[in-house]
């Protein structure tokens, strides 16, 4: 079954306290990329990778880290949460260029930084 | 900033009723895509138009697209309760690697 899999799917964790989300997709993707969804603004971009060690920011990429080391992970570090980073998080993956394909999601992590 | 607005935020309507929600957006497109929502979950497709398409249909849905106005609408005919979702459209970039989503409708169907 075509997957992209998001851990932990929930976490309460503290201000400064360094977390990672990870993602995993099993359709051989090349494309991949991180959403925060937060009410009244929609899905905002964090990061997106084309392939393997190559990433970009988003639209909102302060305060986030990515690698993609490789093709099938993804994960998402927040060195040093802050309240702000309360979000639910989407990550997604397309194959090839992801205009024109259909971009699949994860079920999505909530982080409450406290 | 923000490309992709939807038009309302929310919609109720009876179960068999049609419902239509539009998308409106700032920039040239190579495509747009609707996704749908349950309450807290993933997002899920729907259906892509290219930009040099005007309509298209899946089941029982049916996609418009107006370039010129910069306006997609997405019309679900005929709905059910199970159509409760939210729906967004997204509408990416020039290089078709970033997308823009919007704040989403809200659509209630009462059984």
């Known amino acids: 079954e075509a997957q992209v899999t998001q851990n932990p799917r929930y976490l309460i964790t503290v201000t400064g306290k360094k977390l990672t989300v990870t993602c995993s997709q099993n359709?051989?993707?090349?494309?991949m990329s991180w959403y925060r969804q937060d009410p009244g603004l929609g899905l905002r971009q964090i990061y997106y990778?084309?392939?393997?060690?190559?990433?970009d920011k988003g639209d909102v990429p302060e305060g986030y880290k990515v690698s993609r080391k490789e093709k099938r992970n993804f994960p998402l570090i927040l060195e040093s949460p802050s309240p702000n980073q309360t979000s639910l998080y989407f990550c997604?993956?397309?194959?090839?260029?992801?205009?024109?394909?259909?971009?699949?999601f994860g079920e999505g992590s909530w982080l409450t930084v406290v | 900033s923000q490309q992709g607005e939807e038009d309302p935020q929310a919609l109720s309507i009876q179960e068999g009723e049609n419902a239509t929600m539009n998308c409106s957006y700032k920039?040239?497109?190579?495509?747009l895509q609707w996704y749908r929502q349950n309450s807290g979950r993933g997002l899920v497709h729907l259906i892509l138009?290219?930009?040099?398409?005007r309509e298209k249909h899946s089941g029982r849905l049916r996609v418009t697209l107006d370039t010129s106005k910069k306006s997609s609408s997405l019309l679900i005919t005929a709905s059910r309760a199970a159509d409760t979702a939210s729906y967004f459209c997204?509408?990416?970039?020039?290089?078709?690697?970033?997308?823009?989503f919007g704040t989403g409708t809200s659509l209630t169907v009462i059984p």
């Open positions: 990778s084309m392939n393997v060690e190559v990433t």
């Open positions: 997604a993956s397309s194959s090839g260029r992801a205009s024109g394909n259909t971009i699949y």
């Open positions: 359709m051989n993707h090349e494309y």
């Open positions: 138009i290219r930009s040099n398409e």
């Open positions: 997204a509408t990416d970039r020039n290089t078709g690697n970033q997308f823009y």
């Open positions: 920039t040239s497109i190579n495509n």
